[in-house]
């Protein structure tokens, strides 16, 4: 049983910095892909960036290149999101996510399993 926990949301302001975590348990194959989401209020969920098993390929969303950064620590089945210069409408729950196959995928129907989320809010 694959289970996702995120951690280090919160509500900070326009132009400040968080680091989100995704702690990974029951993955047993560390070739897993692996993602990050979001969904703001009354939208429906987006990709952020993604991560190929061993951090050779990494893919990021217009919206967030060049100010986020996607990590993943193996050795401790953790994966990271360093979010720079945040804006407001960054504000969303932020979801990571686990595909076993198939890079590039940006959809997240795609994706096999999920974390509860953790939600990310950014004041002007």
């Known amino acids: 049983q694959v289970r996702l926990v995120e951690s280090g949301g919160g509500l900070v302001q326009a132009g400040d910095s968080l680091r989100l975590a995704c702690a990974a348990s029951?993955?047993?194959?560390?070739?897993?892909?692996m993602g990050w989401f979001r969904r703001a209020p009354g939208k429906d969920r987006e990709f952020v960036a993604a991560i190929s098993s061993r951090g050779g390929n990494i893919d990021y969303a217009d919206s967030v290149r060049g100010r986020f950064s996607i990590s993943r620590d193996n050795s401790e089945n953790t994966m990271y999101l360093q979010m720079n210069e945040l804006k407001p409408e960054d504000t969303a729950i932020y979801y990571c996510?686990?595909?076993?196959?198939?890079?590039?995928?940006?959809?997240?129907?795609?994706?096999?399993?999920w974390g509860q989320g953790t939600q990310v809010t950014v004041s002007s």
């Open positions: 029951g993955v047993t194959d560390i070739r897993y892909i």
């Open positions: 996510a686990a595909l076993v196959a198939g890079w590039g995928q940006r959809r997240f129907q795609h994706y096999d399993y």
